[in-house]
């Protein structure tokens, strides 16, 4: 019972991060358009979210599922 959780939670916080990295890379790069544009840094949260978005659909296995 134990390995399988200890199973279950290394899956969980493996994906959580992979997560976190796509959405900081995003953030990051949408960041750096944002400032050399002159536009306000809070639309960067857009890029992160956009990014999160994509990396979500690439994840799953099927559309439809």
């Known amino acids: 019972m134990l390995d399988f959780l200890k199973d279950i939670l290394k899956v969980g916080l493996i994906s959580i991060l992979q997560m976190l990295i796509a959405f900081s890379i995003g953030t990051v790069a949408a960041a750096m358009v944002c400032w050399y ?3 306000p840094l809070w639309f960067s949260i857009l890029g992160g979210i956009l990014v999160l978005g994509i990396a979500l ?8 599922d």
Not at 57 to 64: C, G, T
């Open 37 to 39: 544009y002159g536009i």
């Open 57 to 64: 659909a690439i994840k799953s296995d099927s559309i439809f």
